[in-house]
Nanobody, 127 residues
Framework: QVQLVESGGGLVQTGGSLRLSCAAS????????MGWFRQAPGKEREFVAG????????YYADSVKGRFTISRDNAKNTVYLQMTSLKPEDTAAYYC????????????????????WGQGTQVTVSS
């Protein structure tokens, strides 16, 4: 079992930046690919970014590509989402999730394939 705790959300104006962190329990963090998802009220949960266990490959939704950066520090059992040039459309609850992938290079954009989820952290972008 993996426990995930997100932090770093808050209120920011359009064009601002935030860095989200997700701290994981356990000693096998590097075995998991990690994903960030977000969900706005009344909207479907959507994939934001993913990263392989080693951190060697990343994957981004088109809506955030060029603005968001996912990274991980396996020594600290932590994954990050650096968000820049934030827009009101980015307003959502952000969740990190763990997946044990079929290969070391695979990152899934499908939320149903992830095994463990954090409690979420709210990001609100005002105009």
């Amino acid at each position: 079992q993996v426990q995930l705790v997100e932090s770093g959300g808050g209120l920011v104006q359009t064009g601002g930046s935030l860095r989200l962190s997700c701290a994981a329990s356990g000693r096998t963090f590097s075995r998991y690919s990690m994903g960030w998802f977000r969900q706005a009220p009344g909207k479907e949960r959507e994939f934001v970014a993913g990263i392989t266990g080693s951190g060697g490959s990343t994957y981004y939704a088109d809506s955030v590509k060029g603005r968001f950066t996912i990274s991980r520090d396996n020594a600290k059992n932590t994954v990050y989402l650096q968000m820049t040039s934030l827009k009101p459309e980015d307003t959502a609850a952000y969740y990190c999730a763990c997946d044990q992938p079929p290969s070391p290079w695979y990152v899934s954009p499908r939320w149903s394939e992830y095994d463990y989820w954090g409690q979420g952290t709210q990001v609100t972008v005002s105009s």
